[in-house]
């Protein structure tokens, strides 16, 4: 590529960012984020139906609750770890994907993927089989929520961002009371003759077919077209997107483009990851992402075992966990109120800290009532950090780079997912809840001084601008 090319893109680039800026945030934008967030509540609704289906996968002999080895592959653990191999794979080696094809048509086709696997493990009679399709459907569904976090931070101006992933996540989030409902449900049953976890697995299989009618209705990213150098395509698109959600009249076009630096061009390959300035980002996100992972799934996973390991009855603790499920669509929606008020890193740090003094609480106590209010406050702050470092580890990376990074330091999470499966079984079999607790909370510890003393300031910011 000349360096007349590079600087036309690199210009072109910035003239797309600043209009996305000028952008209305009115009914056509939302409904881009609701219809790309729908996208992804079957990774949602997947990755929950893990700790859900737990006991009916016990239940039925196939896995084990725990296992006599640490790395034992007849248990849950060896289940949620074949989800988050699966997960890395999407993440690390294939998070390019995007950046190289274009957010709309992965966006499709690795929900695709997902699909059949699932329907595929959902027939398995054995434990082995059930753990290959697990890992293949991970990797669907690793590439799937890269590519969603990168298109909504291209499609949403900077003001909005917040409230748009917290609108992405409650979207994404409603699968969980719908999963744990039908757990609840379906899984101490056996409809015509068919296990019930069986058929919870294959009902999100199916309905993500629907993809196929929401992929008609979002276009590709402008921004993303504009730094492949599709000059017309990008204009194109834009201009329908000015078209139907307006343009703000107290932006202008101009004055963004200034503030962003069109002359700054940025390289497209991994290497760029490597230089100073992202680097150090990079092992920032790599260090937080691997403590989150035990905050978040080390409890959302295991919340029914949890429970019985407390001495609730299976029915009860599907119960339990239904009710508890309720609190993961709205928690997004409160924290959208305060959302683009308050620097992103200071979210993740207060909830950071919610979910060690509820995690200590949850471990202590015994009355059903206490167990329920504990659950529902993890889950709010799970869910507020969730929102937070979605968008917050997309918009700290350029255009050119930004699913791909994005994958690389969300595979972490994906790593630290994985062998928390085997972790928590391990912690259970040996201290019970209060150690499973305990490592959370010094998770959370290293989270919240990661990210209170290293992370950058990104509120108000425009994308591709240079980090501060």
């Not at 059930?130 to 976090?149: C, Q, Y």
């Not at 609480?361 to 969730?386: D, E, K, R, Y």
Request: overall charge positive; some cysteine.
């Amino acid at each position: 590529m000349t360096a007349n090319a590079q600087n036309f893109e690199t210009s072109l680039s910035s003239e797309i960012a600043a209009r996305v800026e000028t952008l209305e945030g009115g009914a056509y934008l939302w409904r881009l984020v609701v219809l790309i967030s729908l996208g992804g509540w079957f990774e949602i609704y997947d990755l929950f139906f893990t700790g859900y289906i737990a006991p009916g996968l016990a239940k039925s002999g196939l896995l084990t609750t725990t296992t006599q080895a640490f790395f034992g592959f007849s248990g849950i653990g060896a289940f949620v770890a074949a989800t988050f191999a699966g997960l890395f794979v999407g993440t690390f080696f294939l998070g390019f994907l995007p950046d190289r094809f274009g957010r709309r048509s992965i966006f499709t086709w690795s929900l695709i993927v997902y699909a059949l696997a699932t329907l595929v493990m959902a027939c398995q009679t054995t434990s082995a089989g059930v753990l290959i399709w697990r890992f293949v459907a991970g990797i669907g569904l690793g590439v799937e929520i890269v590519t969603i976090d990168a298109y909504i931070t291209e499609l949403v101006p900077t003001r909005i961002r917040g409230r748009a992933f917290a609108v992405n996540q409650a979207v994404m989030l409603s699968a969980v009371p719908v999963v744990a409902l039908l757990s609840w449900w379906l899984a101490p049953q056996a409809p015509l003759g068919a296990e019930g976890w069986r058929w919870v697995v294959a009902i999100g299989s199916i309905a993500s077919m629907a993809i196929w009618i929401i992929r008609r209705e979002i276009p590709e990213s402008p921004l993303w077209l504009a730094q492949m150098g599709r000059s017309a395509e990008a204009e194109r698109i834009m201009a329908q997107i000015e078209g139907r959600s307006g343009v703000s009249a107290d932006r202008r076009p101009e004055d963004i483009v200034a503030a962003i630096s069109p002359s700054r061009a940025f390289g497209q390959g991994y290497a760029t990851l490597l230089k100073p300035g992202y680097l150090g980002l990079v092992l920032l996100l790599v260090v937080f992402n691997l403590c989150q992972a035990f905050g978040v799934y080390g409890f959302a996973n295991w919340v029914p075992t949890l429970l019985v390991e407390k001495g609730i009855t299976i029915t009860k603790s599907l119960e339990y966990s239904f009710i508890i499920a309720i609190a993961y669509p709205v928690a997004p929606l409160l924290t959208s109120i305060y959302a683009d008020r308050v620097e992103r890193k200071w979210i993740i740090c207060g909830a950071a800290l919610a979910i060690a003094v509820f995690g200590i609480l949850f471990s202590q106590v015994t009355a059903p009532w206490m167990l329920i209010i504990c659950g529902v406050m993890i889950t709010v702050a799970n869910m507020t950090m969730s929102y937070a470092y979605h968008a917050y580890q997309t918009e700290v990376f350029p255009t050119a780079i930004r699913a791909r990074a994005a994958g690389i330091v969300y595979s972490a999470s994906r790593v630290a997912a994985m062998f928390s499966g085997f972790i928590v079984a391990f912690m259970l079999k040996s201290t019970g809840v209060v150690g499973v607790f305990g490592l959370i909370t010094l998770a959370m510890a290293i989270v919240i001084l990661s990210i209170g003393a290293f992370g950058p300031n990104v509120r108000n910011r425009q994308l591709d601008a240079p980090l501060h």
